[in-house]
């Protein structure tokens, strides 16, 4: 897995790299009330607005780590956005994209590069 400053964490699967937040970040958050997924199709580049997750804390963007295309969400996190807190490295990922660029991955921190940056 890679680890972003913004607390998010990617991880290659095949063709694929899926997206979520980091354990740190949903503790920070507090208790996730709503997730709002972006629809599957839609092509973003890196740093782009992609997701939106709302906690009972705060309201906190979830940006696209790479340029590609949404092709797959976590439904379930729309019907129930407290799996966020239960299991956020693992069943609670928020999409999936097909890079254009897999070797953006590369700018990313590994997990102790990020476990340094939280303390």
């Not at 290659?12 to 997206?19: K, M, S, W």
């Not at 973003?44 to 797959?72: F, H, N, Q, R, T």
């Not at 299991?87 to 700018?107: A, E, L, N």
């Amino acid at each position: 897995m890679k680890y972003t400053e913004e607390h998010e964490w990617l991880r290659a699967e095949g063709d694929v790299v899926v997206v979520g937040i980091t354990e740190h970040a949903s503790t920070q958050l507090g208790d996730v009330v709503f997730v709002e997924l972006p629809e599957v199709g839609t092509t973003c580049d890196k740093d782009d607005e992609l997701a939106v997750i709302e906690s009972v804390k705060a309201a906190s963007d979830i940006l696209a780590p790479i340029d590609g295309e949404v092709v797959e969400i976590n439904e379930m996190l729309v019907d129930n956005p407290g799996k966020v807190n239960e299991d956020p490295t693992g069943d609670s990922w928020f999409f999936k994209i097909r890079p254009s660029d897999p070797s953006q991955m590369d700018d990313y921190m590994d997990e102790a590069a990020y476990k340094d940056l939280i303390g």
